[in-house]
């Protein structure tokens, strides 16, 4: 049976932005999901996230698809890369990144450079992992800089939807819903 995990980003909760819109779309097409909540994600400490995970996801499978948010995304491509799964059943990066953000160093007193520090990421065994990768990058990102989402999505050999004017992908920018994701996960959950 395949199920989604949704994980999200810095200062917020499953409860934020497109996650309880998607998670209520699944479920109402009786999908297993699971928006995992991080812990004090105004402050987020990696080992306590990377905890977290483990708690959620275990060892990953080849059924389980995964949608990432922003500091979501670095946090799951660190966990697959610990754990080396032969294979997922999908994964879709959402203003993505996967290395230092030049503009953002730190936010709010939060040390971002030292939390991307602490990820160690295997590019070349995640695009292993998946039968496709989906980046969705908007144009207009002014937290994590559209190069560096192209960047990831070009090594990890990602296909691209790009939203022009999407901003960071918040409720604030407009997001309660983010329908741009439907078609690559519909991809992933066809049998």
Known sequence: M??????HGYAATPDDHWFPWLKALLENQNIAV?????PQSHQPDFD?????????IGKPQKNDIFIAHSLGTISLLHYLSKHKPMSIGGLILVSG??????KLSTINGFNVDAYIDSANLDLAAIRTMSPQIYSIISGNDSIVDPEESLKLAEQLHSKIISIP?????????GFRQ????????KHFLEP
């Open 97 to 102: 990144f996967g290395r230092r953000l030049p």
């Open 34 to 38: 699971d928006a995992v909540k991080l």
């Open 178 to 185: 983010l329908p741009q994701i439907l078609p690559p996960l």
């Open 165 to 173: 004017k999407g901003g960071h992908f918040l409720a604030q920018d």
């Open 48 to 56: 306590l996230w990377q905890t977290t995970l483990a708690e959620h």
């Open 2 to 7: 395949k199920k989604v995990y949704i994980i």
